[in-house]
């Protein structure tokens, strides 16, 4: 489940995200400021992270580096890569070992 549906399930507001964090740190809208302040008034939690939020400026950017390690990136590519080239090396052997005989022999049938 994600969080979204996880959040309509059990009535809980849905979390801040970098565009609230960015967009209250900005100051750019009154109605997106009180939305924020109203969440964070609704959890603890979120008032702490708001405060810990004001004290870095409203920089998401430091964010990045949790990215990176949480988020790995996707190995699949090199996987069909392999997957490809040790499938060619197989049908290549198999028809430079067939020998100039047998192929004769097929191609007379």
Not at 9 to 37: C, M, W
Not at 64 to 74: T, V
Not at 86 to 104: C, H, K, R, Y
């Amino acid at each position: 489940m994600n969080l979204k549906r996880i959040s309509k399930l059990f009535g809980a507001s849905p979390p801040l995200s970098r565009k609230n964090i960015t967009d209250y740190g900005e100051g750019s809208d009154a109605s997106t400021q009180h939305s924020v302040e109203a969440k964070g008034v609704s959890s603890s939690f979120e008032a702490d992270a708001m405060e810990g939020w004001e004290a870095m400026n409203y920089d998401v950017g430091v964010m990045r580096n949790l990215d990176k390690k949480f988020m790995g990136s996707s190995n699949i590519g090199w996987y069909i890569t392999g997957s490809v080239v040790v499938a060619a090396t197989i049908v290549t052997l198999v028809l430079l070992n067939s020998s100039p005989e047998e192929t004769e022999r097929r191609n007379r049938i």
